[in-house]
């Protein structure tokens, strides 16, 4: 069976070799090769990984290694299967939203110092996709009941508030600190965002918590067990 590890893409090389890192230690966790695949900024495309293992004669399994179900699961994903030409092909959910990658985001937090009492924004790159918002509305409460604390989602890139503007508002009406919980998998542009917001403390990309590559790795293995129901 063939396993492909589908992410967004960056232009910093950090961020390209912690989505690497993550195929090998999910790999290493299957004791099965996970080949990458980029929807954007750089390839190899999941188009161009598939139409490569066609010849194989094996069906493929995609995780798509995304925090909400957005425009690149819903619509960019299938796409590129569908030009592939692979005929047999199982595409999972999306990492999040789940209690596990807002269990991660917890994690990030404590590592940061965050403390209890402090005002936390939950931090997306960003979309106008409906149903990614939802997710991300979904993360910060089950991230608040996580810390006890009130968590106000807010973005990196497209979408309302920014998180600067999130930032200042929050000093505006609590005192206190304001912690930035990183939702982005990889470090990049969107990251140094996050780190120029004016925040007090800003945790780190959740992709090279160790474990993100036990969610991926439980992914794939949940899909090799059905195809073979």
């Known amino acids: 069976m063939n396993l492909i590890l589908v992410a967004h893409g960056t232009r910093k090389p950090g961020g390209v070799a912690m989505v690497g890192d993550l195929a090998a230690q999910a790999g290493a966790l299957l004791g099965h090769t996970v080949r990458v695949g980029f929807v954007d900024v750089l390839g190899p495309t999941p188009r161009e990984v598939l139409s490569s293992v066609v010849a194989t004669g094996q069906p493929a399994v995609v995780v798509p290694a995304f925090l909400s179900r957005g425009y690149h699961v819903r619509t960019d994903v299938p796409a590129h299967v569908a030009a592939s030409g692979h005929p047999d092909v199982t595409v999972t959910d999306s990492l999040g939203p789940s209690p596990q990658m807002a269990r991660l985001v917890a994690d990030r937090l ?39 604390s009130r968590v106000e989602p807010a973005f990196a890139a497209t979408g309302d508030p920014s998180v600067r503007e999130a930032v200042a508002d929050l000093r505006r009406r609590v005192p206190g600190r304001v912690v930035v919980a990183s939702y982005l998998l990889a470090d990049g542009l969107f990251q140094d965002r996050l780190r120029y917001s004016g925040a007090d403390l800003v945790s780190e990309p959740l992709g090279t918590h160790p474990g993100v590559a036990r969610l991926i790795a439980n992914r794939f293995r949940r899909a090799r067990v059905a195809a073979t129901v």
């Open 110 to 148: 404590v590592e940061s110092g965050w403390r209890p009492g402090d005002s936390v924004i939950l931090a997306a790159a960003g979309t106008s996709d409906p149903m990614a918002r939802s997710d991300l509305h979904v993360i910060s409460t089950l991230l608040s009941a996580l810390t006890g």
